[in-house]
């Protein structure tokens, strides 16, 4: 049954990491019924260590404990609906963005929501679109959760694929809505331009030299978003093609050393998966095919999957 699992409901071991989160979560909540600031929303997650859980990763600069009840609780307390999630979001940003500070804490997050909604994906698919459009979680993070060790017993989910898509179709429509308003401020400082130069009043004219400054730094602002933007659109299709080529080596390496069957079922998949990829969204790749060529699909690329690669310079020829 669709569902959601809320890991500090149920009774944990006195002494133990777990009971401590759930004394903390159930603080949290009632910190949150308070309507308190988010420095005290945070005070209430004081007890509980900073670093890695169990010390699997001593290097680790996010708080996990801390980060694990405070999206556990935010998912809990907006899980009624979908509606519901979006305000929970919108309500305690900041607060995730305290327990956020870098990349390996926000595939924490996503590693924990994927955990609280194990029996219900298609809300997993949406919650992926709510941190993209909330700004929470950059679309790279999420191509890096995707093609992480976690997520390999789920790889040729539909839902898995359906995320993916969504997170590229996010950067595409992203760099789409910036290049219209950028025209639209261009079109904008042209009129002011034009405006100003007919100005005779000194006073007139003084006035329009200051609006068509105003649109000058407005058009400069969206040509930086938009770069912005791109860059981080041919970051995560770099990432995406990347990480492709890496599980299919990684599988025919392995395949070969055990004499195992290369061409399986998964491997067929997967690598179709590759070549839709490249062919879907063919408008945004082809700008960067000497960066693919160059840095990815090189001569030292098993055959079987370089294919994909030459298959698709033909069809865009």
Partial sequence: KPGFNHKFEEPAPENSLLNLQTKC???????????????????????????????RDLDSQFPEAKLEVVIQTILRVGCKS?????????????????????????????????????TNH????????????????EPSCIVS????????????????????????CYCIKRCDRIKLELEKSKAKLKEKKDQEAVAADPDIAEKRKALTQAAEEEVGHYVKLLEDAE???????????????????????????????????????TRDRLRQTLVKHRREVKRYMVTLQTLLFTPEVEPKILECFTQFKGYIA
Avoid at 130 to 136: E, I, S, T
Wanted: aromatic share 10%; charged share 20%.
């Fill in 25 to 55: 979560g159930k603080a949290l909540i009632e910190s949150i019924k308070n309507k308190d600031e988010v420095e005290m929303m945070m005070a209430s997650l004081e007890p509980l260590p900073d670093g890695s859980i169990d010390g």
């Fill in 82 to 118: 979908i509606s519901h999630l979006s305000v929970a979001l919108n309500r305690f940003r900041e607060l995730l963005l305290q327990v956020m500070p870098n990349q390996d804490a926000k595939v924490c997050c996503l590693r924990v929501t994927f955990n609280f909604f194990e």
């Fill in 122 to 137: 298609q809300l997993m698919c949406i919650m992926i679109e709510k941190y993209l459009n909330f700004q929470l979680i």
């Fill in 145 to 168: 959760w995707i093609f992480s060790p976690d997520m390999l017993p789920h790889f040729n989910r539909l839902y898995l694929w359906q995320m993916l898509e969504s997170t590229i």
């Fill in 231 to 269: 860059l981080s659109q041919k970051e995560v299709f770099l990432i995406v093609v990347q990480r492709f080529i890496m599980i299919l080596t990684d599988h025919i390496v392995r395949s070969e050393q055990e004499s195992r069957y290369t061409q399986t079922l998964w491997f067929r998949c």
